[in-house]
């Protein structure tokens, strides 16, 4: 069968090169090709050294790493929504609610993105890079279950076309365009996105399925306890409730080498530096909350591991990854804890680091220079008279 289907996209490859019947779709059928089948091109001139891992094995890495949450996020929902309306069902049928809600979502974000991907491809006639089989499956892990589907398609848009491709495509985007997509709903739709109302699907008009964050938020205490939040079981965004689906996926991120263990270590640290902080002043009850309760709370595990690790985001220097987590981790909590109108910290400190982190490679590079410098310098002989 494999063989069969090789010959056949030979055979019609013609069609698609230049001088052919359908040339203007060669950006197109090269990337179903190489999706298919790995690429037979070899290097004529140039480096000669490849990586085993390209960016296709990379990105299909991040998507299995992403699994768990997932599939954890799609029963969530479903029984988010019959813990809610009190009904008793079995486990196939909490998974299938959380699927027919999910899904579409799903759907809607590869389609969308895909499509501007596609057509942009065709237009600067460059080859459709894989870069958005993560972001298409990462936007729809950081919206609630119950976001209208019409919102994910713009957001989707507006990601891709602001976030990536003004910069320039794949490995050219400033931030990352996944936590940019959530940024836009959270500030164009700030009722959706506030946490404190909606996170279940088609919940009863008097269950108000606030999130802990929400309702930290709100000036309340009444939250889960840390093992319901530890196991994921709080209403939430679809893939960030389950701290445990989440280490999942960091261990499979850790083990390929694909994520940088100095970003995910130092985003802990910071975070923790901060809670113990507040522990310290502990002004208010929230100030008092055990600092190990914001890693299980909101984005905060879920950010650390996919988000502040993406490699075109993040700073690059090993120097400059410590200081990148610490940092992100130190203003998540400060924004949970001090400003309650953004009570998911861990998107906005993300956003805002990516900004930075080409300045703190920038300093800890000129640093190395200067020390390097000064080892060099090699004083004069004096003669002696």
């Known amino acids: 069968m494999?063989?069969?289907?090789?010959?056949f996209i030979s055979k019609i490859k013609p069609n698609f090169t230049e001088?052919?019947?359908?040339?203007?779709?060669?950006?197109?059928?090269e990337a179903f090709e190489s999706f298919l089948f790995v690429p037979d091109e070899t290097t004529k001139r140039g480096c000669q050294i490849r990586d085993a891992i390209d960016l296709k094995r990379t990105m299909i890495f991040v998507v299995i790493a992403l699994m768990p949450a997932l599939l954890f996020g799609?029963?969530?929902?479903?029984?988010?929504?019959?813990?809610?309306?009190?009904?008793?069902?079995?486990f196939w049928q909490t998974f299938g609610f959380g699927l027919f809600k999910a899904l579409p979502i799903i759907v809607v974000s590869y389609v969308t993105g895909l499509a501007i991907e596609f057509a942009f491809a065709q237009i600067r006639h460059h080859q459709v890079n894989e870069g958005f089989l993560v972001t298409g499956m990462l936007i729809p892990l950081v919206l609630p279950p119950d976001i209208p589907l019409w919102m994910v398609a713009l957001a989707t848009a507006f990601a891709v076309l602001i976030g990536k491709e003004a910069f320039g495509g794949t490995g050219m985007n400033l931030v990352n365009?996944?936590?940019?997509?959530?940024?836009?709903?959270?500030?164009?739709?700030?009722?959706?996105m506030s946490g404190d109302k909606v996170w279940i699907a088609d919940q009863p008009d008097a269950f108000t399925g606030a999130t802990p964050l929400g309702i930290l938020a709100n000036g309340g205490t009444d939250i889960p306890d840390a093992w319901t939040m530890i196991w994921g079981g709080v209403p939430g965004s679809i893939g960030e409730t389950s701290v445990?689906?989440?280490?999942?996926?960091?261990?499979?991120?850790?083990?390929?080498?694909?994520?940088?263990?100095?970003?995910?270590?130092?985003?802990i640290l910071g975070g923790g530096l901060m809670g113990l902080l507040f522990n310290a002043i502990g002004a208010n009850e929230y100030m008092q909350?055990?600092?190990?309760?914001?890693?299980?709370?909101?984005?905060?595990?879920?950010g650390a591991v996919f988000m502040a690790t993406d490699p075109v985001t993040a700073a690059q220097t090993n120097t400059g990854k410590w200081i990148y987590g610490m940092l992100i981790g130190i203003l998540a909590v400060m924004l949970r804890v001090i400003n309650p109108a953004y009570p998911e910290g861990m998107m906005l400190s993300i956003l805002l680091l990516n900004c930075f982190a080409p300045l703190i490679d920038h300093c800890v590079i000129a640093r190395n220079i200067k020390m390097r410098q000064k080892r060099a310098i090699v004083k004069p002989k004096t003669s002696v008279q």
Do not use: C, D
């Not at 001088?19 to 059928?29: E, H, I, M, R, V």
């Not at 799609?74 to 079995?90: C, D, L, M, P, R």
């Not at 989440?246 to 995910?264: C, N, P």
């Open 2 to 7: 494999i063989k069969n289907l090789r010959r």
């Open 19 to 29: 001088g052919g019947k359908f040339a203007w779709l060669q950006s197109t059928f």
């Open 74 to 90: 799609i029963w969530n929902i479903g029984y988010q929504h019959f813990k809610a309306t009190a009904e008793a069902v079995s």
């Open 177 to 192: 365009p996944a936590l940019l997509a959530r940024a836009f709903l959270f500030f164009a739709y700030p009722s959706v």
């Open 244 to 267: 445990i689906a989440v280490a999942l996926g960091a261990t499979l991120l850790l083990f390929t080498g694909i994520a940088s263990w100095r970003i995910m270590l130092s985003v």
């Open 289 to 302: 909350l055990p600092f190990y309760y914001h890693y299980l709370m909101g984005g905060f595990a879920f």
